[in-house]
Structure formats: C-alpha cells, structure tokens
C-alpha cells in the first residue's frame, strides 16, 4: 500500500549514494507534492546493483515548481520517484 496520497507535501531526501540512484540531483533535498502513486515497480538501485529480487516500492509523480529547482519558470516540473527516496513535510514545514 502507498504511504503518501495525492496533494500531500513531501521533500526529496538529500542523498549522495555510491553507484547507481534514480533520484536527479537537481530534485535532492527540495519539496514537492505528491501526484499520484504509478503503483509498484523494482527498485531500480537495487536492478541496476544486480540484486537477485529486488524490493519492490511505490512510485510517486513528484511535482516541484520549477523556480525552486532553477530560480525561474511559472511551470511545474515533474519527476517519478521511488517511496525510499522521499519523506513527508511536516506541518511546521520541517
């Protein structure tokens, strides 16, 4: 079952791993709100790590404003993520 629900307000968690991640680093550490859930495919670090059985995650459509990404733009830009790779926003924007 997916974790986060569409409208929900999450940020990119701000990792540097060694080897292969699906998450862009221009996305790395910013927030987003949550799309809708793609469902659940292989984690593809884990694929590209050559792991037998691989987890499998929720993947969620991620939209950022793209002035936070790039200090301009009134569009939206969108980014499929893997569960693992995000956490949520708490109220106090924490």
Aim: proline share 4%.
């Amino acid at each position: 079952m997916a974790e986060f629900r569409a409208g929900e307000r999450v940020r990119v968690r701000a990792v540097d791993p060694v080897g292969h991640t699906r998450v862009p680093r221009y996305v790395r550490g910013h927030r987003g709100r949550i799309v809708e859930c793609q469902g659940r495919w292989a984690l593809a670090d884990e694929c590209a790590a050559g792991v037998a059985e691989p987890r499998t995650e929720p993947v969620y459509t991620v939209a950022f404003a793209a002035a936070d990404l790039w200090g301009e733009g009134g569009h939206e830009v969108t980014v499929d993520l893997w569960e693992s790779y995000i956490e949520r926003v708490q109220e106090d924007g924490a």
